[in-house]
Nanobody
Framework: QVQLVESGGGLVQAGGSLRLSCAASGRTFSNYVMGWFRQAPGKEREFVSAIGRSGGITSYADSVKGRFTISRDNGKNTVYLQMNSLKPEDTAVYYC????????????????WGQGTQVTVSS
């Protein structure tokens, strides 16, 4: 089992920045691909970004490319999502997830999920 706990969400004005963190415990963190997803009210959970086990491979949804940066620190068992130039449409609950498979954006590929952290961007 892998336990994931997100933090860093909050309320920010459009154009602002937030950094989300996801702390993992349980099994060896570096064995897992890590991803971030988000879910806005009334919408399905969607892929945001993912990072490979060593951090050398990253993937982003088109909607966040150039604004969000994913990173990980295997020594701290933590994955981060730096979010810049935030827009009201980025408002959602953000979830981190762990996968034992390859870097990708399919929810079904992820085995473990956190409880989420709310991000609200005001216009």
């Amino acid at each position: 089992q892998v336990q994931l706990v997100e933090s860093g969400g909050g309320l920010v004005q459009a154009g602002g920045s937030l950094r989300l963190s996801c702390a993992a415990s349980g099994r060896t963190f570096s064995n897992y691909v890590m991803g971030w997803f988000r879910q806005a009210p009334g919408k399905e959970r969607e892929f945001v970004s993912a990072i490979g086990r060593s951090g050398g491979i990253t993937s982003y949804a088109d909607s966040v490319k150039g604004r969000f940066t994913i990173s990980r620190d295997n020594g701290k068992n933590t994955v981060y999502l730096q979010m810049n130039s935030l827009k009201p449409e980025d408002t959602a609950v953000y979830y981190c997830a762990a996968s034992s498979r390859v870097v990708g954006g399919a929810k079904r590929e992820y085995d473990y999920w956190g409880q989420g952290t709310q991000v609200t961007v005001s216009s």
